[in-house]
């Protein structure tokens, strides 16, 4: 008997005895008879999540009880996000706001925004930077649409063969346009950037995907047109569909050049009361650290960002809202400006010319995090595809300003460490 066989047999004994079934299935899986994915199809993705739960904690004695705990529709996740399921880990929400925000997409608006962290005292100090955004009339925001690249890289056989290729491409961008965009009224070609080397062409697709952050979108579209038409048309191979150039998660000088999702840009200016009061500093001081900290030492660091700790906030956004984590890899690449302006006043900015970007798709449908975005106000229009996404992106771009400021704030009057002490110690001694 194969093993889809065995899971069948047991499945069907289920139905007369199902405790003995079920145990059956948890001792097949312990003792590696049958594999995780190969529970019956015919069982529900929650019955299938206890079974596999429960052989874990055969195999390591761990319990996973409280994995078991979780609000969100468990067949379309396990169909959907996240094969062999399991059930589910939580992160605690915390919220920052009001912030006031004077976008193009939130036009002059205050909002609470919810941030999945278990780092203590990150949303308290980006909390304190909202109320100083707040105090200074709110953050200036504007996003770019730069669209979600997808790079296919092709083998040619020398330089000769490699400028037909990029001349190919030119003639027929119009037809490749047509095919790519067949599968969906969202996606849109904006162009295609050619970037050789010897025997290896790289082609870097760039597309509008609405609302949604695109990546299976325009992976999905280049394949197709790779399939039928690049590859027979000019017999020039794709040897993988991602050739790193794209560049998807991963730190980037051709994405921090370029941009890729969205290109965020916030900014604020601060005068010498509120960088007293509500901040706790001045503005020589914030100029200063801004020098040291963010531009000289992540030179001596060789980073390629210049900020402080733009995935921290980042990652508690993209937690909440159901963005990628992944992509916080890419996303934290960017640059905080801190400048004088005004007596004892400042001008301070940040700079995220790469965050992918999504209202629809991927995880942001789950229950949670769609009561997260309800709460932010974004919500899909097919009518209006992209506005949605646009304003998140805003929200996003301001809340970075505010955990920004209050970090290199607590820098300057060395309140990070007792901060940290006071609200993110669990009291142990070490
Ligand atoms: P992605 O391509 O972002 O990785 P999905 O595979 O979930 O994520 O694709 C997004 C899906 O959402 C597509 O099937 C697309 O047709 C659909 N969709 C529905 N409404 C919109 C919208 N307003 N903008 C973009 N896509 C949308």
Redesign the pocket.
């Known amino acids: 008997m194969n093993e889809s066989q065995a899971a069948l047999s047991l499945v069907t004994a289920e139905e007369s005895a199902p405790r003995d079934a079920r145990q059956e299935l948890v001792d097949a899986l312990a003792e590696g008879d049958l594999r995780f994915h190969q529970l019956p199809k015919e069982m529900s993705a929650r019955r299938q999540a206890e079974v596999r739960r429960d052989a874990l904690s055969k195999i390591s004695g761990a319990r996973l009880d409280s994995m078991g705990h979780y609000p969100f529709d468990d067949e379309r996740v396990s169909r959907q996000n996240c094969e062999n399921f399991l059930g589910a880990v939580q992160v605690p929400v915390g919220v920052i706001g009001p912030l006031r925000i004077r976008g193009e997409y939130v036009q002059d608006e205050e909002l609470y925004v919810p941030l999945a962290t278990t780092e203590g005292a990150l949303v308290a100090s980006t909390n304190r930077g909202c109320r100083a955004l707040r105090e200074a009339g709110g953050a200036v925001v504007r996003v770019d649409n730069v669209g979600i690249t997808r790079a296919p890289v092709f083998r040619t056989s020398g330089v000769v063969e490699t400028r037909e290729f990029i001349q190919w491409l030119e003639v027929n961008t119009e037809e490749i346009r047509r095919r790519t965009e067949a599968g969906?009224?969202?996606l849109k070609l904006l162009d295609i950037r050619p970037q050789a080397m010897g025997t290896t062409v790289f082609l870097r697709f760039r597309f509008d995907?609405?609302?949604?952050?695109?990546?299976?979108?325009?992976t999905i579209a280049c394949d197709r047109v790779i399939e039928d038409f690049i590859e027979p048309q000019t017999g020039v191979e794709c040897v993988s569909l991602s050739g790193n150039f794209c560049v998807d998660k991963k730190p980037s000088h051709v994405n921090f050049q370029e941009g890729r999702g969205k290109r965020l840009f916030a900014e604020v200016q601060l005068d010498k009361q509120i960088l007293h009061k509500v901040l706790k500093t001045n503005a020589r001081a914030l100029v200063e650290v801004q020098y040291r900290k963010n531009l000289l030492g992540s030179i001596a660091a060789g980073s390629l960002g210049f900020n402080a700790h733009f995935a921290n906030i980042l990652a508690a956004f993209f937690l909440a809202t159901g963005q990628d984590p992944a992509q916080v890899a890419e996303s934290a690449v960017g640059v905080t400006t801190i400048e004088p302006r005004g007596p004892e006043g400042v001008i301070a900015s940040v700079y995220l010319p790469d965050v992918p970007l999504?209202?629809?798709?991927?995880g942001t449908s789950l229950a949670t995090q769609q009561e997260a975005l309800a709460l932010l106000g974004v919500q899909?229009?097919?009518e209006r595809?992209?506005h949605?996404v646009m304003r998140l992106a805003e929200i996003l771009g301001a809340s970075v300003l505010a955990g920004e400021l209050s970090l290199l704030s607590a820098l300057t009057s060395r309140d990070l460490a007792r901060a940290h002490e006071k609200l993110g110690r669990s009291g142990a001694k070490s």
């Open positions: 969906s009224r969202f995907s609405g609302d949604a952050m695109g990546m299976n979108m325009a999504a209202a629809v798709g991927g899909a229009d097919s595809p992209g949605a």
